[in-house]
């Protein structure tokens, strides 16, 4: 019989619907219950892809024995953390303040009144690897909450109190400037891998936010050490295994430091912020490389993440079945020699192993590789190679699928409406743009109210029950600024200045730090608050950059200061932290660089107003804003008072306050946006 998710939107609580345990989503109702009983709550924190959640809820949540336990000792809460990262934030910042490391599955035990006690994260059926049993975890719980109920509320309140203690007072540090930038790439330099791209060892993230600071960073300054950082990451990426060198886009991150065996999960929000980074070092650096890479990534996220709906799903899961009932990670993605020249025959068997580093060890697991590319192929071996990844990949279109997360989140989809609308004006694929507008408008349709307030998440056309939080407004503004500069529709920017009005009114404090929640959001055991990038944009430096482009367009004084009051954040991080950083560092060299406003006026069908569009959306100014369209137009702020020059389309640059005279010749506009 389902239990209580059985009518939530999230896949992951969809996922344990018929779970014997009797779980609740996160409600006031649950934490009611678990009073009314005098039981702790098991609090289990997960997502979709997630590999080890899937191993837990096997192992122990679909036992009937384990179930029993748990239904008979608590009140089980199960939280999607892609749906509330609110709480995933509150309880995973206790988790590692109190064991030092956090991951998912997050398992926390809590008092009827939400406060923590007992923390850890994957805990296996029986004990192994120095780890206790889940079953003993329970016991041991329910004993100490039997019998030690002081104990457990003693520590509860010192969790409670230390949590409640941490603040930042960091937002009024002043302005990062040209010293905390060039100490951040130091530190960048410092972290750097050689020999294989990248930061630290393994496991190793792709680094995009920290990619976007070090190619604004070379098109501020010309630092040739910063654009090689950038394009030789990006290269080894390219060519790796975290890439999917079939169907493109990548992977959630590779377990080893040669970006050789990836984690094979896909998410929406790391393909939207790579493309992009590929697309901005084509525009440094004219790469074959990163256009095909950019493209490829795109046409993955339209043909494989894109929902009926016109919005894109969440991710990918890393297992698929095998082939044989088993769900086996990266079963969709390793290849064995043998399974080459099934599809193959014998000699373009060999040709694909050698050009695919595929071995007969097998780079992965069980014999079989993950593809890379250890080297391009040869004019002669071009129109073979591109024979043999068609074959291949329709014959993986035939292998079982990994399983879809058709969520939407306002955020990811944010990310994904920048890079595909950037992404398609910069290689004439009007196509791309199209999709960008199409989920644009799903997320206006249905997430977003006549307040301008967001909701989190939809699922099948039909919105979540959850409250925006701060990357939802930030990233979703952040697209449709993107989207304002590509179509020239100024109805965009005023979208964002709506989202960004609420960011202003609900999630800043007097002295400028923002808040991931809003002032009337749930109130938590802690209100959520975290200025440092990880796996996206955190919602305080997405918010930053946002604000720092709308005040751009508008001349909107309260938007600069507030992305100003931001930014303090940046110059005491940056320099200590630059790794987790990275957006900040990048919307910090915006505002050094001013941002640039652009305004390009003429008749949308005239080849010469068109040339000067182009030539603005290929500038690899930092932050620059772009507004395109008629005359003294009224769609945007920046082209009013903006006639022809001489009859001619011509482009308008200013900075600082300050314009230079308006040119009609591409030439001259790339000389001024460089």
């Given amino acids: 019989m ?28 649950a934490f009611e219950e678990a009073r009314r009983r005098d039981v702790p709550v098991l609090l289990s924190v997960g997502y979709s892809s997630c590999h080890w959640c899937h191993v837990m809820a096997h192992e122990s949540f679909e036992d009937e024995a384990t179930a029993a336990l748990v239904n008979e000792h608590f009140v089980a809460v199960k939280v999607d953390r892609e749906e509330r990262p609110d709480v995933d934030a509150v309880y995973m910042e206790a988790v590692q303040a109190a064991t030092g490391h956090g991951g998912w599955p997050m398992t926390v035990f809590l008092t009827p009144d939400a406060a923590p006690f007992y923390f850890g994260t994957y ?18 719980v329910h004993t100490a909450w039997t019998d030690r109920r002081g104990e457990v509320a003693e520590v509860a309140e010192r969790i409670v109190k230390d949590l409640a203690g941490r603040s930042l007072a960091v937002a009024g540090e002043g302005l990062p400037g040209e010293e905390e930038l060039a100490a951040a790439l130091l530190g960048l330099t410092r972290e750097y891998d050689a020999t294989r791209g990248g930061f630290g060892g393994a496991p190793k993230f792709p680094p995009s936010m920290a990619l976007e600071f070090l190619l604004r960073h070379h098109a501020r300054t010309g630092s040739e050490g910063a ?30 430091r040669a970006w050789v065996v990836p984690h094979f999960e896909k998410m929406l929000y790391d393909n939207a912020l790579l493309c992009r980074v590929y697309a901005h070092l084509w525009k440094a650096t004219g790469s074959d490389l990163a ?88 004019p002669a071996d ?61 997320l206006v349709r249905l997430h977003l109210d006549d307040g301008g307030r967001l909701t989190r998440t939809s699922k099948d056309g039909r919105a979540g029950a959850n409250a925006g939080v701060l990357e939802d407004y930030a990233d979703t503004a952040e697209g449709f600024l993107a989207l304002a ?46 200025p440092t990038d990880n796996a996206t944009p955190s919602g305080w430096t ?81 932050g620059a804003v772009l507004a395109v369209g008629a005359p003294d137009g009224e769609e945007f702020p920046l082209l009013r008072d903006r006639p022809l020059v001489a009859g001619s389309p011509a482009a308008y640059v200013c900075r600082h306050f300050t314009c230079d005279a308006p040119v009609t010749d591409p030439d001259a506009l790339a000389r001024l946006l460089r």
């Fill in 485 to 530: 500069a590509v179509t020239g529709e100024g109805a965009w920017l005023d979208f964002a200045g709506l989202l960004l009005d609420v960011v202003l009114d609900r999630f800043t404090a007097e002295d400028g730090a923002l808040y991931d929640t809003a002032h009337d959001a749930e109130t938590l055991i802690r209100r959520p608050q975290d």
């Fill in 123 to 140: 805990f296996p059926p029986e004990p192994r690897h120095g780890m206790p049993s889940f079953p003993e975890v329970l016991d041991g």
């Fill in 382 to 442: 071009a129109g073979r190679i591109a024979s043999i990844r068609t074959r291949l990949h329709a014959a993986r279109e035939r292998r079982a699928r990994p399983g879809r997360d058709d969520k939407i989140v306002a955020a990811w989809n944010g990310l994904a409406i920048a890079a595909l609308a950037e992404t398609g004006a910069l290689f004439d694929r009007p196509d791309l743009v199209e999709r960008a507008t199409e989920a644009a408008d799903l």
């Fill in 542 to 622: 997405a918010a930053a950059g946002a604000l720092l482009s709308y005040a751009a367009h508008t001349g909107s004084e309260a938007h600069r200061a507030a992305a100003e009051g931001a930014l303090g954040v940046v110059k005491a991080l940056g320099p200590r932290a630059p790794r987790f950083i990275g957006w900040g560092l990048a919307v910090a060299e915006a505002l050094l660089d001013g941002p640039r406003e652009v305004a390009v006026v003429g008749a949308a069908a005239d080849p010469g107003f068109q040339e000067l569009r182009r030539t603005a959306l290929r500038a690899t100014t930092p």
């Fill in 2 to 29: 389902p239990n209580r998710l059985a009518h939530e939107t999230s896949p992951y609580l969809l996922q344990h619907a018929d779970n014997p345990v009797d779980w609740w989503p996160w409600s006031p109702e």
């Fill in 291 to 378: 256009r095909r890479v950019a493209l490829e990534t795109a046409d993955f996220m339209v043909r494989e993440l894109r929902t009926p709906e016109g919005g894109f799903a969440s991710a990918l899961d890393a297992d698929s079945d095998d082939g044989t009932g088993r769900h086996v990670e990266g079963a969709y993605y390793a290849w064995t020699p043998a399974q080459l020249a099934e599809v193959l025959g014998a000699q373009d068997a060999a040709l694909a192993a050698t050009h695919y580093g595929v071995t007969e060890a097998g780079t992965f697991e069980h014999g079989a590789s993950v593809l890379q590319l250890p080297q391009e192929a040869g």
């Fill in 227 to 256: 654009l090689q950082m950038a394009a030789d990451t990006c290269e080894a990426m390219a060519r790796g295994g975290i890439y999917d060198q079939l169907g493109g886009g990548f992977a959630r991150y590779a377990v080893d």
